[in-house]
């Protein structure tokens, strides 16, 4: 009986204390709603894309030398000026050019007077010899001297028009429209043929932009291409939005084997020369649009032991922790293959604090990011000339990271 007794107070010690617990809790009261930021979940077309970074190059580079040696007299343009094919950009001395034309036109005004009595000499040669007046020796003597006057004449010709071309080389124009660089000589100088550069002509609208990527990515591109793939370009550092749009032009014939990458050249109109030749640029390939995907932002993806998962806020408030599948990102936006609905709430912000069932206060929508330098809307890269992106496979897209 007294071991009874002692269990029975025992127990009612226990009930008592639970009440006393239950009570102090329901005298705190339920635990405060946690302030949260929100997004909601959308369905839209997004770009397949493939970035990369690329070089400019100039589709047309000219080293102007002078073909002629002589001294420097005028300069017509000045360094980083723009020029158009035919524009005159230096003078050398013509004196010494001049002479020897001056020379060549003589020798041919003497040879042709030459030749022209050899042939007459010839012709009366001629003559005699079907008279049978002279041999066919002194014939066939006076025929050979009115040949070779007459080839002195075609090579004092030859001779003039050389001596024509060598004056005209005094006179250098621009063979390409372009910018000039810097001018490595002035007025004054000596210049050797064929020899110092005297100024780099860069060809700057229309312009190359050449970047590789990876082999695995080929395929894509070649199925794409008859379409017209669009590509964006914008110097590095620069403002989103103000990049310019061309097309691919070339596919390399062979996959770099170090690398296993394959190099690409893509040609924009730089009017604006937004591109300079030798500068590195973000590149844009976009090979095609992924219709009706749910996307919603990256900062709403949250990386546990169990891989991907989202907040989902329900209409008591209250939130759900939700694995999910992300098949690519987009700029801020993650692309989901699986786990959320079009509609749904996903926290973006304060979920430090959350736990499955945790009281949320709305706070705001979810703002994107304040834009940075680089390509607006362009997939996150992974490393230079290595795109992170591929198209997606239609019914088992795997899985992405957040960045």
Known sequence: MRIRLEILVLCLLIVVGGCSKQEK???????????????????????????????????????????????????????????????????????????????????????????????????????????????????????????????????????????????????????????????????????????????????????????????????????????????????????????????????????????????LKATFQNAKNILWPGQFADVVLTLTNQPNSIVVPSAGVNVGQNGQYTFVVGQDNTVSQRNVVVARTYADQSIIASGLQPGETVVTDGQLRLTTGSRVDIKGKYAPPQAIPGIAGSDLPATPNVPNTSLPAPQAPSAGSKR
């Open 25 to 263: 809790a329901s005298a705190k009261g339920p635990a405060p709603a946690v302030p949260v930021t929100v997004a909601t979940a959308e369905r839209r077309d997004v770009p397949v894309t493939i970035r990369a970074i690329g070089n400019v190059e100039p589709i047309e580079k000219v080293d102007i030398k002078s073909q002629v040696a002589g001294q420097v007299i005028s300069v017509h343009f000045k360094e980083g000026q723009d020029v158009k094919k035919g524009d005159l950009l230096f003078e050398i001395d013509p004196r010494q050019a001049q002479a020897d034309l001056n020379k060549a036109q003589a020798q041919l005004t003497k040879d042709k007077a030459v030749a022209v009595n050899a042939r007459a000499d010839a012709n009366r040669f001629a003559a005699l010899f079907k008279e049978g007046v002279t041999s066919k020796q002194e014939y066939d003597r006076a025929l050979s001297a009115a040949d070779s006057a007459d080839a002195s004449v075609a090579s004092d010709q030859a001779a003039v028009e050389n001596a024509k071309l060598q004056l005209r080389y005094t006179k250098i124009d621009a063979p390409v429209s372009g910018r000039t660089g810097n001018l490595a000589v002035t007025v004054g100088n000596i210049v050797k043929a064929n020899e110092a550069v005297l100024v780099t002509i860069n060809q700057m609208d229309p312009i190359y932009v050449s970047f590789s990527i990876p082999e695995q990515q080929l395929p894509d591109v070649k199925k794409y291409m008859a379409s017209g793939l669009k590509v964006e370009a914008l110097p590095q550092g620069a403002a989103s939005g103000s990049g310019v749009d061309g097309k691919v032009t070339f596919i390399d014939n062979n996959v770099d084997l170090q690398t296993g990458t394959i190099r």
